[in-house]
């Protein structure tokens, strides 16, 4: 599956651009995927792009306040999310004094090694918490127990691509980077 997100990530730059669901499936067929592969990324892009489309049409209610995730919520049919700057109304801030507490099954899915990344790009101020909310949400509908830090961060770079956002060069560099072959400095 996350092969097929890489090739959508990097021939859609926007999530506007990305034709509809069952276009993109003929598109990513006709390139070799398989029809499984494809499968479980068209249900992980329909889940992303729910999740986009309620932090959009949910203005006016903190998460708190509403009752349905963003997982759950209605969308669109097609994947694109408009080309709108991020929602940083109100109601999608938090407290500087809340804090986010992870249920025991998100702590086994993403294991120590993504939560702490989530916490880094959190902290730098990259990752503001409606987006991190959607990562979350999509990490835990990805394969893989738990989930890899390399997975991990191409899902945060889908949910930038699913709000039409690209994060700034520094933080990009982070997402893309092959930290396996760093040398220490």
């Excluded at 730059?13 to 070799?32: F, I």
């Excluded at 801030?93 to 993403?110: F, I, T």
């Excluded at 990805?142 to 890899?148: E, Q």
């Excluded at 520094?170 to 072959?181: G, N, P």
Aim: glycine fraction near 8%; charge should be negative.
């Amino acid at each position: 599956m996350f092969e097929v997100l890489v090739f959508v990530y990097e021939n859609y730059w926007r999530g506007d651009a990305c034709p509809e669901l069952q276009q993109l499936g003929r598109k990513l067929s006709a390139h070799g995927f398989e029809p499984e592969e494809i499968h479980d990324a068209l249900v992980w892009l329909d889940g992303l792009n729910s999740a986009a489309q309620a932090i959009r049409l949910e203005p006016s209610s903190t998460p708190a306040e509403g009752t349905r995730s963003p997982s759950t919520t209605a969308a669109a049919s097609g994947l694109g999310v408009g080309l709108g700057a991020l929602d940083t109304s109100p109601a999608h801030h938090q407290s500087p004094h809340s804090l986010r507490v992870y249920s025991v099954a998100e702590q086994d899915h993403l294991g120590a090694q993504c939560l702490g990344f989530i916490s880094f790009l959190e902290s730098a101020g990259v990752l503001p918490p409606h987006m991190r909310e959607i990562a979350i949400d999509r990490a835990m509908a990805a394969p893989g127990d738990p989930v890899s830090l390399d997975e991990l961060k191409l899902i945060v770079l889908m949910v930038y691509w699913s709000f039409g956002a690209e994060p700034d060069a520094l933080v990009l560099d982070e997402l893309c980077d092959d930290t396996e072959h760093r040398v220490a400095h």
